[in-house]
């Protein structure tokens, strides 16, 4: 039997209907997946979202480890989805601390149904994707949900 995972990216949705995207899923809870979980969007920056999602009957957790270096991100923005893996894998995923990093939220994608948060509405465009590939390696079925 698979395990199942989900991603979603904020961008474009307001904190209620992630929300309710979440709850739709069946998600228990949610993976915040970036290295700065502050954001100028209303709602998303990690002390509101987490409050929101606590009230909202979900959990939280930020999984700063797994989130992509700046030089990544900046690669992501300019479209370079090649150049964000790169630098992704080898700076965070393919490092001692990233290999315990990705065993945690294997362990915590195996206890209930989560989903990993990024910014991006494209999982293509994101390292989500990526983690998602890595967890398809331990058994993992991935959704892709946009709220």
Do not use: W
């Not at 698979?2 to 979440?22: H, W």
């Not at 954001?39 to 930020?62: D, I, M, N, P, Q």
């Not at 080898?90 to 209930?112: I, K, Q």
């Amino acid at each position: 039997m698979s395990k199942q995972l989900f991603t979603i990216g904020y961008e474009g949705l307001d904190p209620e209907r992630l929300t309710d995207a979440l709850r739709s899923a069946g998600v228990s809870v949610l993976a915040d997946v970036r290295a700065v979980a502050n954001s100028r969007k209303r709602g998303f920056s990690k002390g509101a979202l987490g409050t929101g999602l606590v009230e909202a009957g979900l959990g939280y957790v930020h999984l700063r480890s797994l989130g992509t270096p700046k030089s990544g991100r900046e690669a992501a923005r300019a479209d370079d989805e090649a150049l964000m893996r790169k630098i992704y894998c080898e700076e965070v995923l393919d490092t001692a601390a990233g290999g315990v990093a990705l065993d945690e939220l294997a362990a915590l994608a195996e206890a209930s149904p989560i989903c990993l948060l990024c910014f991006e509405r494209d999982p293509a465009r994101c390292h989500r994707r990526v983690l998602a590939e890595r967890l398809a390696e331990r058994g993992f079925v991935t959704t892709d949900l946009f709220g």
